[in-house]
């Protein structure tokens, strides 16, 4: 054993190829994103022909909850790199131009909204999603009245401009209230997957570090929430022991 390891994936599907960015572990103060990729053609079918890893951000640096976009924005790849203070997102017209020479210069999240549930802001958690009203994104907070609380919040994000805030819950719509989210390092939910099926939002997260769980609404009922700053929460469906 030792103290490093790949943490925190995020997936998503863009032509016939899956894309992962996460985060390469190699210490406290060697934290790096790194993104591979695999045909989906092999994935479905056991092949685990991944490609080569690369780092996207530079050494020497701290960063972590980097997603990329699940389709090109303005004929561009588009990673959102940080959400605090303001929104980051970086353009590359291929992801083979990251060869170790060339890296995305970001921010680390810093400071929130005073006063509200997300004072201190994490970090993004799953890829965000395509709607009617926009990109809709799932992110971490705490709020520094509870700091040993991580909560999960929402955004919606233009379509052409990710980089404006459309709409924000002034609540977080996933709080760690259950049994399973305090069993073990108590506090915690941390969500790196969500789909949009029949008409549902599925979201995947872990709870207290320790099972893997999922939570759920009507996707058209939670975008109607949002929009008109009206509280909505996820439903927790059930946990699996890890």
Known sequence: GGWSGCEDPRAVKIGRRIYVTYLAFGGWNSMRLALTSIKESD????????????FISPPGEVHKNWVLFPEKINGKFAFLHSISPTIQVHYADSLKDFNGEL???????SGGRKNFWDSKVRGAGPPPLKTKLGWLLLYHANDLREPHKYKLGAMILDKNDPSKVLYRTTHPILSPNMDYENNGKPGIVYASGAIIKDDQLFVYYGGADRVVCVASTPVDELLEKIANNVGVQLKPQHSLAV
Not at 43 to 50: K, T
Not at 103 to 109: G, L, M, Q, V, Y
């Open 43 to 54: 994935f479905h079918n056991g092949r685990w022909v991944w490609t080569e890893p690369q």
């Open 103 to 109: 890296f995305i210069k970001s921010t680390a999240p």
